[in-house]
């Protein structure tokens, strides 16, 4: 059975991220920090496999990240409802945002097919975003 929960800290052990974050506790503290985010985990019987979080760009305006594990395919159904939901029904309904954000490494097929699986209109490529990689920028706007 897979649940959303509040995350908190001690999700971390045993956590293995899709791609190598070898500062994925310092990254997390930060978000835990930040009155603007909020951040859920999506755990099943083996532990969290997914990190969802949300971060207030400006008025109207939030961004959404994930941070997946390997795992995170074991659970394909609940993660995109479960995104889904808290786009639609709890970000732009219940918060009313009037646009949702997220950027993908431009490398990654398979995260740029889950943008648009979940409806995200692809805005363009934003180059070495983080200073080395480029990135595709999604939206849903209402």
Known sequence: MTKVLPFEMCDLIGFVPRWDMADIETIMQDNLDNPLREMVSLVDEKGMY???GSNILRKHVVEVWIVP??????????????????????????????????TIKADWAEGLKWGKTLGFEREGLLKKWDGEDDYVLFAKVI
């Open 50 to 52: 997914a990190i969802v």
């Open 69 to 102: 594990s390997l795992r995170v395919n074991e659970h394909k159904f609940f993660f995109f409802k479960t995104i889904k939901t808290l786009v639609k029904g709890y970000l732009m309904a219940k918060k009313g945002f009037k646009r949702v954000e997220f």
